[in-house]
């Protein structure tokens, strides 16, 4: 380390959800050379903090030019599309919701084609959830169902359970009983305490068993009963049972899953204490659904259409691309990011794409402005995966700030007149 070299302390990473926020980060010529308590996924988050500052596809590269060029596009279109990826902050993500109202746009982000399922079954029954803190304090008994943390979220397991020394739980792995529970190919923990298994098959019985049980009813044959017995009694003796599912399943994810778990664990309210907790990916995503929820009442799948917020979850952005229905599309953040079979249904619409490495996706944009990444460029505000608010603050400039950005494309749009 050169001695003009700089650390930034206590650094916000949005690599996943967990978001952890004590990371100390090198900064040395310019450039991220270390991030010193991040995981491989963390590390490789931050890289080198280097970004591309080009505006690609305007008639010239004069960044006004080219939002005046977004804003007739976008304005032209008879129904347009403005779209969230990862690494925004919420201001951002405010900004470009901002823009939808405007624009009377359909306005979604990736919550509806990877997280949807767990946000409807919440909002049909209620959710029994928890702070990372409470889990890391309290949870004497932790059921991974269907995932292994250290795959996709590499330090839930050392910062919030089942390893580190909680308030109620002095001697930390020690008072705990972790339970795996394997559906098909999804495994939990290798070093859990106890291990069942069933097929993708199996599941619905077997959580339907489950919540039986815990009820003082016994349902389904005799080889489910038995595993369901095992896993009712554990969790019946817990003095706080938290289930940890993610949110995100690479698919086929069965249906159902997500509404019987928040069901199963508010069953486990009825005998003891017990919450979900539901793991999701990183960028900033539970801000996406935050912040829409904060500003339209809904947190995807909103259609301004009419000139009010309408929910629309079940014509999202798929269905209405594969349809046709969608004319223009301004995809806003890391559009890398963004589910492969939504870049495809974007390939013959007029897009334009402003977001950290724009300039490099692969996404079809006739116009591409760079920004900056959330935490790394920008400051501001992010939401962890159990909705708590972080501050990020930026610890390299910023090709551009892209809140300004959006604010700057709400003027130009404005400048051109109302859409009807």
């Not at 930034?8 to 996943?16: K, V």
């Not at 090198?26 to 970004?51: K, M, P, Y």
């Not at 798929?318 to 492969?340: F, K, N, Q």
């Amino acid at each position: 380390m050169s001695g003009a070299a700089r650390i930034e302390e206590n650094a916000t990473c949005l690599g996943c959800g967990c978001a952890c926020d004590d990371i100390a980060v090198v900064i040395d010529g310019g450039r991220i050379t270390e991030a010193r308590n991040a995981c491989a996924l963390g590390v490789r988050w931050f890289g080198d903090g280097s970004l591309p500052g080009a505006v690609l596809g305007g008639r010239t590269a004069a960044i006004e030019d080219a939002l005046g060029e977004i804003a007739t596009m976008l304005r032209a279109a008879r129904a347009p599309l403005v779209y969230l990826a990862p690494d925004l902050t919420s201001e951002a993500q405010r900004a470009a919701i901002a823009v939808a109202d405007q624009l009377r746009a359909f306005l979604d982000s990736f919550t509806s084609s990877t997280a949807g399922e767990g946000i409807l079954a919440a909002q049909r029954r209620g959710r029994a959830s928890a702070t990372l803190g409470e889990i890391r304090n309290r949870a004497d008994v932790i059921v991974f169902w269907a995932v292994d943390p250290a795959a996709s979220y590499p330090r839930f397991q050392t910062r919030y359970a089942p390893i580190p020394v909680g308030i109620h739980l002095p001697n930390g792995r020690k008072d705990r009983t972790v339970i795996a529970v394997d559906v098909g190919g999804q495994r939990g923990p290798d070093d859990a305490d106890v291990r069942i298994q069933m097929t993708a098959e199996e599941e619905p019985l077997f959580l339907a068993s489950l919540r039986a049980s815990l009820a003082g009813r016994t349902v389904g044959d005799a080889p489910i009963v038995a595993r369901v017995t095992e896993l009712a009694t554990r969790l019946n003796r817990a003095k706080y049972a938290v289930i940890v599912t993610d949110a995100e399943s690479p698919p086929p994810v069965p249906n159902g899953r997500a509404d019987a778990l928040i069901a199963l664990s508010q069953s486990l309210n009825a005998t003891t204490r017990g919450s979900l907790c539901t793991l999701r990916a990183g960028g900033n995503r539970n801000g996406a659904d935050t912040t829409l929820t904060w500003q339209t009442g809904f947190p995807m799948a909103v259609d301004f259409s009419r000139g009010v917020p309408r929910y629309q979850p079940e014509d999202a952005t798929l269905p209405r691309l594969a349809r046709g229905a969608i004319d223009a599309a301004l995809v806003v953040g890391a559009a890398s990011a963004i589910p492969e079979n939504v870049v495809k249904a974007l390939g013959g619409v007029r897009t334009a794409v402003i977001g950290p490495r724009a300039s490099e996706g692969a996404i079809s944009a006739s116009i591409r402005i760079d920004t900056g990444v959330a935490g790394i460029h920008e400051s501001g505000i992010a939401f962890r995966l159990d909705d708590l608010p972080l501050p990020l603050r930026a610890l390299l400039p910023t090709p551009r700030d892209t809140a300004s950005l959006l604010k700057a494309l709400g003027t130009a749009i404005a400048a051109q007149g109302a859409r009807a």
